[in-house]
């Protein structure tokens, strides 16, 4: 455990010593305000609660949380600082998961630091807040969801701008997976509890289930089975290229 | 292929098909454990139901028509008639101890023998 928090204090410290926390935390706040007030239509629709902020969540971090993920292992590797890094007397799974949770202690500050719009809300009106604050919960739940699949592609290749790309399309797919443009792939001949499996691991639903108020035991499993499913990917990527 | 890439892979199928299991198992199992964070307790029984539920007179069946392979398309509805069906669960489940009110699911290939209600 004393590994595990030295490595994530290292990673959580190395991403304010470059400007790259900085332009994320600037771009992603910049993002959320424009899209819940300007494209969302705050104001207009007369409602004291966050669920137009809130729906724009899958949506940005479709691009924002891959661009935090790319680097996790890519840029060790373009360095050439990977070698370095797993001679180091700690067990994969502690450098794996250390480098995760910096990621995703970044992106719940990221999204901590949206909370004037929290307070903005109380001001104007009076919103139920156990629904913000499952909000906030199931947003934090779906970046780290989003984290682990951008850790684990970022692994496997020494390119930033491919697990970049890669990250974004295999997020999408898992984003829209409860529609017909990835359903219908499968319906003519997978049988039906293999499409209602696939169609029950889309992200939109189990967020907004959560966004919705109610923290379902099913829908914490969901993410956080789905983390782990990746994680454990990204010990075996990285442990593979260890030996080359 | 090297044998170390190949148990790799066999690891990560293994792993992706426990995933899918955990999901399902969970899915199927764990229908009422939930917490319901809304001022009003939105998605929580109210203490009325549970009065009604309690002393129903006699047996109550209640029949959820849902065409689960079209709706299997659709996430958004399959979410709902899960969201549905837990609720019907819970009120089966209330009954138990002191009703004999029941649940019987029907999907539209059993409409020969029992027909949703028109709505005229």
Known sequence: ???????????????????????????????????????????????????????????????????????????????GTMELLLTLPIPLWVTVLGKYLAAWAFAGLALALTFPIWLTVNYLGSPDNGVILAGYVGSFLMAGAYLSIGAAISATTDN???????????????????????????????????????????????????????????????????????????????DLRKDG | MAPRRIRAWVCLMLAAILFVAVNIFSNAVFTTARLDLTQNGQFTLSGGTRAIIAKLPEPVTLKFFYARKTAAAYATTTSYAKRVRDLLGEYAALSTARSSSRISIRSPSHRRKTRPPRWD
């Open chain 1, 1 to 79: 455990m004393r590994l595990l928090w030295a490595v994530t204090r290292r990673e959580f410290a190395a991403y304010f010593a470059t400007p790259l926390a900085f332009v994320f935390l600037v771009i992603f706040l910049f993002a959320m305000g424009a899209f819940t007030f300007y494209v969302g239509n705050f104001y207009e629709n007369g409602v004291a609660d966050l669920t137009v902020f809130f729906g724009y969540h899958p949506w940005l971090y479709l691009f924002l949380v891959p661009a935090l993920a790319m680097r996790l292992w890519s840029e060790e590797r373009a360095r």
């Open chain 1, 160 to 238: 930033q701008v491919i697990a970049f790309v890669v990250s974004v399309v295999a997020c999408f797919l898992f984003t829209v997976s409860g529609a017909p443009l990835v359903l219908d792939a499968f319906r003519g001949w997978a049988p039906l509890p293999l499409v209602e499996a696939i169609s029950s691991f889309s992200f939109l639903t189990h967020f907004a289930a959560i966004a919705g108020g109610v923290i379902d035991l099913r829908d914490l499993i969901f993410f956080f089975s789905l983390i782990a499913l990746f994680l454990y990917a990204n010990i075996l990527v990285v």
